[in-house]
């Protein structure tokens, strides 16, 4: 009996480091997946920023350069038409940034999908060596 003892606190020790062991892996898969999803949010963020930067600069100056071309005959409906550009084109925006709020992040997807394999694999292993 007392040789049992010995040979179950190595076995204990072992299975105690390995459980260390991967969940040191797990938590290292996690804070990549959250360094990777910041960078992708900062890169989406300053993108964005310099697209409806430009955009709208470049909307404005089209919008001046046309009106003062219509000045003196159509200035109203110049004025009339980019008003309703400029509506609908915020109208697309705002579906769009509704329809990406909706769709929802993957942030650590992988991470969840190892801890679901690792789960099915304990209990594969605990049904194999469990009583019968």
């Known amino acids: 009996m007392t040789d049992a003892s010995p040979g179950l606190l190595v076995s204990l020790r072992g299975f105690a480091a390995t459980g260390v062991a991967l969940l040191r892996t797990r938590v290292g898969l996690l804070k990549v997946e959250a360094l990777e999803e910041v960078g992708r949010v900062r890169g989406m963020l300053l993108w964005g920023i310099a697209a409806v930067l430009l955009g709208v600069a470049g909307m404005v100056f089209l919008a001046l350069f046309l009106t003062v071309l219509f000045w003196d005959s ?59």
Do not use: K
């Open 74 to 132: 159509h200035r109203l409906l110049a004025l009339g038409v980019f008003a309703a550009l400029f509506i609908a084109a915020a109208s697309v925006a705002v579906a769009a940034v509704l329809r990406l709020a909706r769709q929802g992040s993957q942030l650590f997807a992988a991470s969840l999908a190892e801890l679901r394999q690792d789960e099915a694999a304990l209990r594969a292993v605990q049904t194999q060596d469990g009583p019968p």
